[in-house]
């Protein structure tokens, strides 16, 4: 699973590189597809069809501006401004390992678009440092919960965290939102895909005409975050990193 958050890692930090204005989220695609074979892994969402629906067509999901989650890449090109959350995952020798980040192409943007950004990535941090055995899921939803209602920003309901190793997703569901000392207790050797999923409009959401993009009713922006952590005996780990020198504290502001 470590080797596996790492080698996602450097996929991710390719892609972040690569995400400019005018560029497509079809070419994006693309390059994930490359990169995660030339890593000798496979592409975890392409082809994936849970629940009956429709394979997924793409490595990675490209979620833009309304869209929350399980945008289908296009050949749109990106403008200056937008707000583009990128999702994606990887198999290799038996596991998988998923993340997400959001940014805004082309930097700068609006204070509205910073502060979400700031606050989505922030509440994953707080709830990764609760990523601990004996805390409970319910404890990681309460800190992502508490940190960004003050703010005022929608916390998407539809779509939740995860458990992952040998399935993509396994136990425990882990929501965005909860209450403290309940839910499944976290152990050691637990690996889960903790992600919120942050608005700034309503927490509602409807899928499109694809079967897969989650856009926000009311139209407004959303940002999406996940890493891969470890319930390891010395803390969480977050697994999704290519910095080894960065621990869960150091990344709490």
Sequence with gaps: MRANGRRLAEVAAALRQAVVPGATTRALDRMAFEHIRRLGARPSFL?????????????ICASVNAAVVHGVPDDRPLEQGDVLSLDMGLFYG??????????????GGDARKKGLLDVAEESLYRATALAVSGNRVGDLGFAIESFISPHKLGIVRQFVGHGIGRALHER?????????????????????????M???????????????????LDGECAAHFEHTIAVTPSGPEVLTTLDDSISVSDTIR
């Design 198 to 216: 942050v608005t700034l409009g309503t927490w509602k959401t409807r899928i499109l005409e694809d079967g897969w993009t989650a856009v926000t």
């Design 47 to 59: 082809g994936y069809a849970p629940g009956g629906a429709p394979p997924f067509p793409a490595s």
């Design 94 to 107: 038996g596991f998988h390992a998923d993340m997400a980040f959001t940014v805004i192409v082309g930097g």
């Design 172 to 196: 425990p569901s882990v929501p965005n939102f909860g209450k403290r000392n309940t839910g499944d207790r976290l152990r050691v050797g637990m690996c889960l895909a903790i992600e919120p």
